[in-house]
Structures are given as structure tokens and as C-alpha cells.
T-cell receptor, first 111, second 110 residues
Framework: NAGVTQTPKFQVLKTGQSMTLQCAQD?????MYWYRQDPGMGLRLIYY???????DKGEVPNGYNVSRLNKREFSLRLESAAPSQTSVYFC??????????FGPGTRLTVT | GIQVEQSPPDLILQEGANSTLRCNFS?????LQWFHQNPWGQLINLFY???GTKQNGRLSATTVATERYSLLYISSSQTTDSGVYFC????????????FGTGTKLQVIP
């Protein structure tokens, strides 16, 4: 039982490049989430998916797209990376309205 | 949107001391969690506590939903308690939009 896994752990991009962050969970949770954490700050919700086939915007969705591939997997895509997207990205999962469990994070630097 | 304020922002404790961290929120909630982010960045679930009181070893938490606050108690602190403590809430009727507080940074010194 791996819980929530994220790949990659670290990534460096040049401005304008694209990439996809992958997240998977093996706890049979319905809901999945993507957050970003900037230095010295709390986490901010980018997008969430209440169930397979649905996605909704969170607090800071601009510049990102998501795909809920199936019940287990939820990916986050940066189409044209900008320095302002330098951050640590966390994926989480949980049952609707219940406790959330977090992955280990992806540290992204955009130069 | 809902505002979540945590206090104090920073706290330094001698090992063995007790402390109380506070989380105030500006609207009614149906979901509240406390997390510990360790110095390596890992987020660890402490409590899922939309109301009432829970205890887990040296840690306990109380949420008074009608007065819009939650407290996290740490007793007999240890150096491994160092890190940042976050509360996170979901506003009632806010579906699953989670809002995090800005955290309390705790340093426990030997």
C-alpha cells in the first residue's frame, strides 16, 4: 500500500517548456487534489476532482490543466512554464468531504 | 472566500515544554484537519476534527465549530515536533475547496 505517489520528485524547466506531473493513489479514494506551496506559505488549491471524469478549479488554476485519467490517477500539466510557477507541488486524495492524504511533493524550478 | 488565521506564526520551545496552537476561521466549516510539515517537507496527518476533541499520544486537538476556532495542544514537546503546523478547512457548502492557514513554525530546542 504505497498511498499517494508523485513523479517526478524534482524538475527544472526553461521558460516556455511544458511538462506533466503525475499522481496516483491506491486507497480507492474518490477525490483527488493538486496544490502548490510557495516558500513560507501554506498550500493553495490549484484543481480538484470530486470523482472520475470530473474536475473543478481551485484558488489558483491559471496556467494549469488537469486530467483525471481514471480513479487512481490525476495529472497536472503546465503548457508553457513561467518563473512564477516555481513551487513545490503536492497531490492529495481522500473520500468526499473527508480526510485528505498527501504525496511527497514535486519540487519544480522554472528558469 | 473563507479566511484561516493561525497563531502564533512562530514559536520556540524548550524540549519538554507544552504549547497551544490556534486556528481561527471566518465561516462555518464541515471539514477541518491539522497537519505537521516536517523539515523535509513531508505533510503528516495529525487530526481530522471538524468538531469535538481528539487525542493521539502527546497531541490533542479541539474544534469549537460554533465559535469558529480549533486548538492543537502539544505536551512534553520533543525536537522531532519541530516543523510547521497547518490547519486546513472546507467551508460548509464549499464542496471540496480546501483552504489552508499560513501555519505556525515550531522549533523545539534541546
Amino acid at each position: 500500500n504505497a498511498g499517494v505517489t508523485q513523479t517526478p520528485k524534482f524538475q527544472v524547466l526553461k521558460t516556455g517548456q511544458s511538462m506533466t506531473l503525475q499522481c496516483a493513489q491506491d486507497m480507492n479514494h474518490n477525490s483527488m487534489y493538486w496544490y502548490r506551496q510557495d516558500p513560507g506559505m501554506g498550500l493553495r488549491l490549484i484543481y480538484y476532482s470530486a470523482s472520475e471524469g470530473t474536475t473543478d478549479k481551485g484558488e489558483v488554476p491559471n496556467g494549469y490543466n488537469v486530467s483525471r485519467l481514471n480513479k487512481r490517477e490525476f495529472s497536472l500539466r503546465l503548457e508553457s512554464a513561467a518563473p512564477s510557477q516555481t513551487s513545490v507541488y503536492f497531490c492529495a486524495s481522500g473520500f468526499r468531504g473527508g480526510e485528505q492524504y498527501f504525496g511527497p511533493g514535486t519540487r519544480l524550478t522554472v528558469t | 472566500g473563507i479566511q484561516v488565521e493561525q497563531s502564533p506564526p512562530d514559536l520556540i520551545l524548550q524540549e519538554g515544554a507544552n504549547s497551544t496552537l490556534r486556528c481561527n476561521f471566518s465561516d462555518s466549516v464541515n471539514n477541518l484537519q491539522w497537519f505537521h510539515q516536517n523539515p523535509w517537507g513531508q505533510l503528516i496527518n495529525l487530526f481530522y476534527i471538524p468538531s469535538g476533541t481528539k487525542q493521539n499520544g502527546r497531541l490533542s486537538a479541539t474544534t469549537v465549530a460554533t465559535e469558529r476556532y480549533s486548538l492543537l495542544y502539544i505536551s512534553s514537546s520533543q525536537t522531532t515536533d519541530s516543523g510547521v503546523y497547518f490547519c486546513a478547512v472546507v467551508r460548509s457548502g464549499g464542496y471540496q475547496k480546501v483552504t489552508f492557514g499560513t501555519g505556525t513554525k515550531l522549533q523545539v530546542i534541546p
